[in-house]
């Protein structure tokens, strides 16, 4: 812009892969009657380089200005050397290797090094006046770095030395009849290969456009999503802090448990539940078909307790066992977990006292991972914490809870029993029947203090197999409900909850590798720093986010330190899961039950103090 004002041409060094991310720019410096010189593709020092490497880093910018031009240039700068007398054999190898590829190199004795930082835009000015008859060539730079003072030297620049009687050319024209050696049109063989060149730099150039936009768009979304997650989740925590309940509120309570293949951990999760705090309590256990001989570990183990029944039935499925236990329950109240959980003593009571507000249709309960034995199980440790019960927080102040756990939430019977019980067309029974209660006009509530400890799996393919099924689920339970998206009659639920579910989701998690491959690529450009900084600026919001969870939820902050590595292994196995989810959606596949080998190392919990 300033060239154009002042009616002064320049000769402009451009490095391909910066070139091939601006070609509007490229072309609008050829177009206004500027010069272009090849500055090697990714700005190494050629002196490191292989014979073959300098070949193809000029090659390459020479497609590119083929490619936007039409014209191919023969001027050529080294990076990194002396320009105006080389002296050393790394000074010198450059302008050689290129003389031999047919360019012609310009040197400059008038360099203000306006690159140094710290420099003023008055000491470039002063260098550049002052040695304004040493060569005739001045050298500014418009890259590496804050070029602010540059731009600012450049107009006092050409005032200074137009009023001393100096006028401005191009490098070409310091070499009378020299344009059309330096800057050919292209002709036979070459016009072939500069048109599929063409669409190669336009390729990379929108799959850069791409890359780069997904980045920006993953990180301020979640930039936006962790801090009203964090705003929402204090004004959660205050209000559960001041809440208050009646203390004989005493309503009759089931608790409904659905097994399949789960001997080795059913007799402990039955025995921490006796232990439960609550007085009105029966426990029903539907074994699903199991193969291990579930239902008999239970009812050899429990044969004296009175208020535990074991129901036998032949394999159908989550759903089907749930609506089993729910037709031989009596209770108002059905609380769901899952047979690998263990309920602290008062987890029951604290889930329960949400009822005695009618408007109150479920409550999530906070599910924990009891066996933190590996990488694997404290990386889904700091995921529970963090997204799984830290969201809960949020939704609950929008009553906008999108789940209600399996492995631990409350359900009023009535509100279940107008959704008409769980349904099997979806994976995630739980999530499906949420939306339904919630549809009803429920109000669906969380209780933080309602701790389950569960058996989280300790394997990359169990790990899969599970986050596999609970992704199907939701994208399934999604679509079956899209009709209720954006729909102002359910609220913040349609309004919110569900945009949310599709965007954070579905949609990022599908694109992270893509915004994964962008700052593997930017490490490889020249422009890799300003891209680390944004992404390692994002990191540190999600860690404040996290510490804030951690906080709410009065874990151990030292288990945070892995919520770095969580962004290597843990969160690409996520992405797999999610693609292959939308992969068995669009094909139409089905899933089981997804279960994995248990282990049995959750230890009774005790009661949690202070809560």
Partial sequence: DILKQNGVKATFFIVGS???QNPGLVKRIWREGNELGNHTFTHGNMARMSTARVAVELSATQRLIQSLTGHSSRLFRAPYVADAEPQTPEEVEPILQAQRLGYVTLGETNDPEDWLPGQSAERIVSSVVSNRDVGNVVLL???GGDRSQTVLALPRIIRALKSQGYRFVTASQLLPGAWNQLFPTLSGRDTVLVGAAAVAFEAQFLIHVVLVGLFWISVVLGTLRVLVTAVLAIIQARRERLATFPENFRPAVSVLIAAYNEAKVIKTTVEALLRSDYPNLEVIVVDDGSKDGTARVVEEAFAQEPRLRVFHQENGGKASALNRAIAAASGEVFVMMDADTLFAPDTVSKLVRHFSDPRVGAVAGNAKVGNPVNLLTRWQSVEYITSQNFDRRAYDILNGIPVVPGSVGAWRREAVEKAGGYLGDTLAEDTELTFRVRMLGYRIRTESHAYAYTEAPTSLGNLARQRYRWAFGTLQTL?????????RKYGAFGM????????????LQAASPIVDLAVAMALLSINFKALLFYY????????????????????????????????????????LVILRSLLSAAKGSSVGWGKFGRTGTVPLPGRVVGS
Avoid at 479 to 487: D, E, T, V
Avoid at 496 to 507: D, E, F, G, H, K
Avoid at 543 to 563: K, T, V
């Fill in 18 to 20: 910066v070139a091939d």
């Fill in 141 to 143: 730079h418009d890259a």
């Fill in 479 to 487: 679509w079956k409900h899209r009709g209720a998206l954006l729909r």
């Fill in 496 to 507: 919110v909850t569900l945009p949310a579910l599709w965007v954070y989701q579905i949609l």
């Fill in 536 to 575: 390692a600026a994002f990191f540190v919001v999600e860690l404040i986010g996290a510490a804030l969870a951690f906080r709410l939820d009065r874990e151990n902050p030292w288990l945070l330190i892995w919520l770095f590595w969580q962004k290597f292994v843990y969160r690409q196995l996520m992405y």
